[in-house]
């Protein structure tokens, strides 16, 4: 009985520790992209400043590219979330995953919204400089 209870607890340490590093992997990832966006928009607003083109339409362009690295480093840690709670050790720890998930999914919906908000109003600037530039010519 010892022996099997023993290994019972074994496979179930493993697994949580296995389940811990692929979540740890996954969150590097996260990390990653979320990196890479912030660069590409540090470069790209430092080449903004070069060039001295502040035009609305680039730094609407800046914050799109930015907010779908964001979303998909915001998605990636969710993932990382679902992960972990397949091996949750108690109640509390699922209670505060499950709150941590809530607070990453609201985030990812909210900025979601926002580049939908800006793409939309992208949209109608550009329809509008299109009329306005076949009004002139």
């Known amino acids: 009985c010892c022996w099997d209870c023993w290994l019972a607890h074994l496979r179930s340490f493993s697994s949580?520790?296995?389940?811990?590093?692929?979540?740890?992997?996954?969150?590097?990832?996260?990390?990653?992209?979320?990196?890479?966006?912030?660069v590409q928009?540090?470069?790209?607003?430092l080449r903004a400043m070069i060039t001295h083109t502040a035009m609305l339409a680039a730094k609407r362009a800046l914050w799109l590219d930015l907010a779908r690295w964001l979303v998909a480093?915001?998605?990636?840690?969710?993932?990382a979330d679902i992960v972990e709670t397949a091996v949750a050790p108690s109640w509390e720890?699922?209670?505060?995953?499950?709150?941590?998930?809530?607070?990453?999914?609201?985030l990812s919906y909210s900025l979601d919204?926002?580049?939908n908000?800006?793409?939309?109003?992208?949209?109608?600037?550009?329809?509008?400089?299109?009329?306005a530039a076949a009004g002139t010519t």
């Not at 928009?41 to 607003?45: D, K, N, Q, R």
């Not at 480093?73 to 993932?79: K, N």
């Not at 720890?93 to 609201?106: E, N, V």
């Open 41 to 45: 928009a540090i470069v790209g607003l």
């Open 93 to 106: 720890a699922l209670g505060q995953f499950a709150a941590i998930a809530a607070i990453r999914t609201l």
């Open 73 to 79: 480093g915001l998605t990636f840690q969710l993932a």
């Open 117 to 131: 908000a800006v793409a939309e109003r992208q949209r109608i600037d550009d329809a509008r400089s299109g009329r």
């Open 16 to 38: 949580q520790v296995a389940t811990q590093q692929i979540a740890l992997a996954i969150n590097v990832v996260a990390v990653i992209v979320v990196l890479g966006g912030v």
């Open 113 to 115: 919204r926002d580049m």
